[in-house]
């Protein structure tokens, strides 16, 4: 069983389309970035908890894969899984979906570290975190 979870959904703009007539590389990055907070969410990783206990995320590597174009008027949807959970760090897969036919149109892959604000550190991921984390990843091998 596969912990995939729906994170973003919505309606490409005439105001994000570049000057080839394609989505701009900027608004395929703000969306999966938007889908990056509603995964973390799923894991008790929300923007309140770490600004509560000074803990941060930050991008290690990010990696965009472009297959279709998308035009003005597209509907978009993401789904994420987690591909992988260490002691300070995850990584992840989003893909993101043309809703109306069903294509995949991009993927982004994500290592994101977990760190302290004020130190500028990396740190453990919670404990609570890294055992629903790996719950998942046992699942998805089932």
């Known amino acids: 069983m596969s912990r995939e979870f729906e994170t973003y959904r919505g309606f490409v703009y005439p105001w994000v389309i570049d000057h080839v007539g394609h989505m701009n590389v900027q608004s395929y990055t703000a969306r999966f970035d938007e889908a990056s907070w509603h995964f973390l969410f799923h894991l008790g990783l929300t923007p309140t908890y770490l600004k509560a206990n000074n803990r941060g995320l930050v991008a290690l590597d990010q990696r965009t894969q472009y297959k279709l174009e998308v035009l003005a008027g ?24 043309n809703s109306e036919v069903g294509q ?6 994500l290592l ?3 760190i302290d604000t004020e130190a500028r550190k990396t740190v453990p991921l919670p404990k609570e975190v890294r055992s629903k984390a790996m719950s998942w990843l046992r699942d998805q091998e089932r």
């Not at 899984?81 to 260490?86: C, F, I, T």
């Not at 995949?104 to 892959?109: G, I, S």
């Open 74 to 97: 597209s509907l978009l949807d993401i789904r994420t899984v987690l591909l992988e959970a260490n002691a300070k760090t995850l990584r992840y897969l989003h893909t993101m979906r």
């Open 104 to 109: 995949d149109v991009a993927t982004m892959e």
């Open 112 to 114: 994101i570290a977990f």
